[in-house]
């Protein structure tokens, strides 16, 4: 027997050798691969070796982490596996790029190099916490501020992938559960690039941090200490709210409702199931009334958010009485519209964005209809009660998504479903835990593992082929290259006075504002020139001078990303041939003109 074992043990450690020199040589073979200009997608850009390599090591993490004898080889092999999601996020620095994120991503760097110039402190902010770490790493490891606030996005990454492992482990005792819920997490379920992105965009990077606050929740339920007593986890989790609110009030609204149904379902339990395992966990009132207050402290120096919440509640409620809004959710009929002129099917599109989501969400429906109809003792037993914290978390959360959806609030709601898919991502993988535990009892485990580690790697790249936008979902990838940035802050450094700017689509206000870093966001460069206006001729669209800035990203996501869908490729080719333009500036990925208005 321990000759077998030995030979089990010297397999696997063969196995995980070889998985991290993959992980390695992936890491090297992005990184020896530079991004050379606009990359339309980063994965048909990022060598074919490198996803070879990424592969291999996903394949020998799954393999190891489920057949493992022991648990440091399964520590290593869900190591291995964190490592390559890590070098997957990370791929914009691994790739030598200049920034990644357009729109709001800009503005927040612009944010945070004006913290580091000391232009303003970070609780002139809203929302702080992403530009105070990526200052902080930028300082603490003498890096630019672009990558250091990349970087800060994979941190963010790594944490919602331990803790979501931690979480899931903690609510359902398995040799499956931590295996389940690391691999669950690295579908990313939360980044629905709808209104939640891998960029620097401080609402997605919270969300990813929720699963700390999560995981710490779960913990203080299940510690053994009386309401008024504290515990080193207690004030951990105090802090971790604090630092939460901080980071993005408007999430920490969010938890707010969450740990308000717990601790309303907490008290039912004690009044009526008194032997139900929720009676006995540890009240979490004292730590629902700091985070409310907290919260309240902080938005009385922003006045922004309370106005949002105003909004949305009198946006629904004016909607359900008939006097709202004449339609919820316009944008995405807007958004459905376009697809359908460039001859793509929504349900196409919704499948490959939400297919994964939808997965879950029906896994977490079925555990808990299975927990509800079959009253399985058992089960309720092994979860000690946590299910239930999940099912009154994820009613309030939908009733938020509602408020947000009928008020019209933009495309707030996603902010709100992608929370929910942080608590889905973990009751998710407890479904499947139990189901790997219960099944593998009954049927040989070398090829249950087989066909398990088969279905995973179809998950993860059905999933991971939708985190980085890409002509995959008809977009563009939001990649800022360093001949865009420097093209652009050469034009605002030599601008005539008074002159404004236009773009393709948008102007280039949110470059203005990674170029100020000043607090005020820019206003008065945003105006657009559409592709019929170039057709009948830009200088007769008005009547003072102009600049037109196009860049490489314009060309691409007009042409390839959106199939000529708003500008035609002759229209953007004729703008430096037509009468009243003259280009001024260009490096191969800028161009600058100046529009003589008639």
């Known amino acids: 027997m321990s000759h077998v074992r030995s030979r089990s043990t010297m397999g ?36 074919l070796s490198f996803w070879a390599l990424f592969g291999c090591a996903l394949l020998i993490s799954l393999l190891v982490s489920l057949e493992a004898t022991t648990d440091w080889y399964r520590r290593l092999a869900l190591g291995l596996g964190g490592g390559a999601a890590m070098a997957f996020i990370g791929l914009p620095v691994l790739r030598g790029y200049r920034f990644y994120g357009a729109g709001d991503a800009l ?14 402190q970070p609780t002139e902010l809203f929302y702080p916490g992403l530009h105070m770490l990526s200052t902080f790493i930028g300082v603490t490891f003498s890096i630019d501020l672009t990558q250091a606030t990349l970087l800060a996005i994979v941190l963010f990454s790594a944490l919602f992938v331990l803790f979501v492992s931690l979480s899931t482990a903690l609510v359902f005792e398995s040799r499956y559960s931590t295996i389940v819920g690391a691999f669950s997490a690295l579908l990313f379920l939360p980044i629905t690039n709808m209104s939640m992105f891998i960029v620097a965009h401080p609402m997605s990077q919270a969300v990813l941090f929720s699963a700390v606050v999560i995981y710490l ?7 053994q200490i009386s309401l ?15 630092g939460l609110t901080i980071y993005h009030p408007q999430l920490a609204a969010h938890m707010v409702v969450v740990f308000l149904g717990v601790a309303m379902l907490q008290y039912l339990a004690r009044w009526r199931w008194t032997d139900h395992p929720i009676a006995s966990h540890r009240p979490i009132y004292g730590q629902t009334v700091i985070l409310a207050a907290v919260f309240l402290l902080w938005i009385s120096n922003h006045g922004f958010f309370a106005d949002v919440i105003t909004f949305a509640f009198s946006n629904a409620i004016q909607y359900f009485v008939g006097s709202g809004p004449a339609a919820a959710g316009g944008s995405v009929g807007s958004q459905s519209g376009s697809l359908q002129e460039i001859g793509a099917s929504v349900g196409e599109l919704f499948l490959k964005m939400f297919g994964m989501n939808t997965l879950y969400i029906v896994l977490t429906g079925l555990l808990f209809l299975y927990l509800l109809f079959r009253s399985d003792a058992e089960l309720v037993t092994k979860t000690n009660g946590l299910v239930s914290y999940f099912v009154v978390s994820l009613v309030g959360l939908a009733g938020l998504f509602g408020v947000y959806f009928f008020g019209n609030v933009s495309e707030m709601y996603f902010r709100v479903f992608g929370l929910m898919m942080a608590f889905i ?22 090829i249950f593992h087989s066909f398990s580690v088969t279905v995973f790697l179809v998950l993860l790249f059905v999933s991971l082929l939708t985190v980085f936008p890409s002509p995959y979902m008809y977009n563009a990838s939001p990649h800022v290259t360093e001949m865009s940035m420097s093209g652009h802050e050469t034009a605002f450094e030599n ?14 206000n949110r470059y203005l504002d990674a170029t100020r870093a000043q607090r005020t966001a820019t206003d008065g460069h945003d105006g657009s020139i559409t592709g019929s206006e170039i057709e009948d001729g830009i200088s007769d669209q008005y009547n003072t001078s102009r600049y037109l800035t196009v860049t490489r990203n314009d060309y691409e ?16 080719a004729s703008i430096s041939s037509q009468q009243g333009i003259n280009r001024v500036q260009s490096n191969g990925e800028f161009n600058l003109y100046v529009i003589r208005g008639g």
């Open 557 to 572: 996501r007009e042409v390839s990303a959106y199939q000529e869908l708003r500008y035609s490729r002759d229209q953007l």
């Open 12 to 47: 696997e450690s063969a196995l995980l050798s070889i998985g991290f020199l993959a992980l390695t040589g992936a890491v090297l073979a992005a990184h020896s691969a530079p991004a050379t200009g606009y990359e339309l997608s980063l994965y048909t850009s990022t060598p």
């Open 495 to 508: 601008r005539a006075e008074g002159v404004s700017f236009i773009g393709i689509r948008a102007g280039p």
């Open 107 to 120: 503005t927040h760097l612009g944010w945070v190099r004006g913290i580091r110039a000391g232009n303003f």
């Open 425 to 446: 991502t973990i009751t998710g993988a407890v479904a499947i835990s139990y189901g790997m535990t219960h099944i593998s009892k009954n049927r040989p485990t070398p």
């Open 228 to 242: 008024f007593s504290s515990s080193a986890i207690g004030v951990i989790l105090t802090l971790t709210s604090v």
């Open 217 to 223: 929740l779960l913990r203080y339920l299940r510690s």
